[in-house]
């Protein structure tokens, strides 16, 4: 054999073992996720509420694409049926977890930002994110022990709730959700004629890209608009998509910034 190949078949195998590692290391961390009790994304899906273990150290609360709009009005508008407004509508963190919350509610055609007020039991705003405008965060906030609701200052309809256990949290762990159409759409531009590329496929590559590991998934299907052509409201570009529940180890302010792009990848207008 000469030096020429002996230096390709080394690349080759180098190159092997390389995918080989990384596709252990990416299914050692999802299983280690569902030791710590990290809950399955169809789980959140189907009772709307997720339990989060000491392990994490910031969950990252979805405001979800067509969150403004009613439920009790024109619910065939929304997304879902299920964690239709954040993502969960519930949520059981140990004290010292700190929240954050995204606004994923397309801007195109009308902005909608979001101000959202968590309130104790006494109905006492505690605290507010301020304006959030599209693919924009609040700043972390740690609550005491207690239950909390949380509404839109615009939106009432936007509602769900924050209970904090006497459990304390130990780790480091940043864990939210995400909504990604499950295949690609016939039509990906938004109303300005700029292209998102954004679906399952795109995000199971991207994601991991971006320092993100996929612990979960769960895809559903809802078609509820009768005079839509499709059955589905038209700015969601389809029926069928998928919950992906996520975690890092990145420093926040390094995850929020590469979350911001992979929102705006999204489709959804």
């Not at 195109?108 to 301020?130: E, L, M, R, Y």
């Not at 995400?178 to 109303?191: I, K």
Request: net charge negative; charged share 20%; proline share 5%.
């Amino acid at each position: 054999m000469n030096q020429y190949y002996r230096i390709t078949l080394i690349i080759s195998m180098y190159a092997f073992l390389t995918i080989i590692l990384m596709n252990v290391t990416n299914k050692s961390y999802g299983i280690e996720q569902q030791e710590l009790g990290i809950p399955q994304a169809k789980s959140v899906y189907d009772t709307e509420t997720m339990h989060l273990p000491s392990s994490v150290g910031y969950f990252i609360i979805l405001i979800a694409n067509e969150a403004h709009e009613d439920w009790s009005n024109e619910k065939h508008k929304l997304l879902t049926d299920h964690n239709s407004y954040f993502v969960p509508s519930h949520i059981i963190i140990p004290k010292g977890t700190s929240i954050v919350f995204f606004n994923a509610d397309a801007p195109w055609n009308t902005p909608h930002p979001h101000t959202i007020n968590i309130k104790d039991n006494s109905g006492k705003v505690i605290h507010t994110t301020g304006k959030m405008e599209y693919a924009n965060s609040s700043d972390p906030k740690v609550l005491p022990v207690g239950t909390y609701s949380i509404t839109d200052t615009e939106y009432e309809w936007m509602k769900g709730t924050i209970t904090v256990s006497d459990e304390t949290s130990t780790g480091k762990e940043i864990v939210g959700g995400f909504y990604s159409p499950t295949d690609q759409v016939s039509n990906n531009l938004d109303n300005d004629g700029n292209m998102h590329p954004g679906w399952l496929g795109y995000y199971e590559s991207e994601f991991p890209k971006n320092g993100f590991n996929i612990l979960s998934e769960h895809n559903f299907s809802y078609y509820t608009c009768s005079y839509c052509e499709g059955k589905f409201w038209p700015d969601n570009k389809t029926g069928d998509h998928t919950l992906i529940i996520f975690g890092t180890d990145q420093p926040l302010s390094e995850a929020i910034v590469k979350f911001q792009k992979l929102a705006k990848d999204n489709v959804y207008i």
